[in-house]
């Protein structure tokens, strides 16, 4: 009897099926060219995205060379890359800075680099770059402040510049004459590699570490 039920009920279910199909087949057609279409377009926007960047990435490199022939005209081929907008316009902001730097403009450099640090529409690694580099052109023109200036937002735990902006405190800290206070910031970055040796989780490079020992041993004279 069971079987009976089950095969009536198969019926009753095929009978349904073709009813609906009946009734809604050029719906579900539509909606199946809907689907193409729409995967037609995902793959057409993927396309003309890839051939966007590659366009882009090449007036990036035409730029950098025409920056390297000629160094005078730097400023305005980055500028323009720069005003254009694109994927590498942020990278041109970092080459801009780097050109100012060969010219010898450091102030020009620290200028551009410190913009991009409070750049609020910059990307937050970006901007943490940007404060990093700017802080040591700061603290080679003799701007102790400006450069902890820049690092500060830099030094909270979780902060992936942390090491490297707590470095540059210890460099501010000596050079303004503050001994003691460059030796604590230096015994504290020593502190966390010996850690994170121990938890086997170290992330300070090798020449930062290095950097620390040498400061450490000038510090202790």
């Given at each position: 009897m069971a079987d009976i039920f089950q095969e009536v009920d198969e019926d009753?279910?095929?009978?349904?099926?073709s009813a609906l199909w009946a009734k809604y087949q050029n719906l579900v057609y539509g909606l199946v060219a809907v689907i193409i279409l729409g995967t037609a377009g995902v793959t057409g926007w993927q396309i003309y995205d890839?051939?966007?960047r590659e366009k882009a990435g090449a007036a990036y490199l035409g730029a950098l060379q025409a920056a390297e022939q000629d160094p005078k005209s730097a400023t305005d081929v980055l500028g323009q890359l720069?005003?254009?907008?694109?994927?590498?316009?942020?990278?041109a902001r970092?080459?801009?800075?780097h050109s100012a730097?060969?010219?010898?403009?450091?102030?020009?450099?620290?200028?551009?680099?410190?913009?991009m640090a409070n750049d609020g529409a910059l990307a937050a690694p970006l901007k943490g770059a940007a404060a990093l580099m700017g802080a040591y052109v700061a603290?080679?023109?003799?701007?102790?402040?400006?450069?902890?200036?820049?690092?500060?937002?830099?030094?909270?735990?979780?902060?992936?510049?942390?090491?490297s902006a707590l470095e540059v405190t210890g460099l501010a800290a000596f050079a303004a004459g503050d001994k003691a206070g460059a030796r604590k910031i230096y015994q504290d970055l020593e502190e966390t590699f010996k850690k994170?040796?121990?938890?086997?989780?170290?992330t300070a490079p090798s020449n930062l570490r290095n950097r620390v020992t040498i400061m450490l041993d000038r510090l202790a004279e």
């Open positions: 009753l279910r095929r009978d349904t099926a890839r051939q966007a720069v005003h254009a907008g694109g994927p590498f316009a942020d990278i970092f080459d801009l800075a730097l060969k010219a010898g403009d450091k102030k020009g450099a620290l200028d551009q680099l410190t913009g603290l080679d023109l003799g701007q102790a402040d400006a450069a902890v200036t820049l690092v500060k937002p830099l030094t909270a735990d979780g902060q992936p510049y942390r090491l994170e040796d121990a938890a086997g989780i170290a």
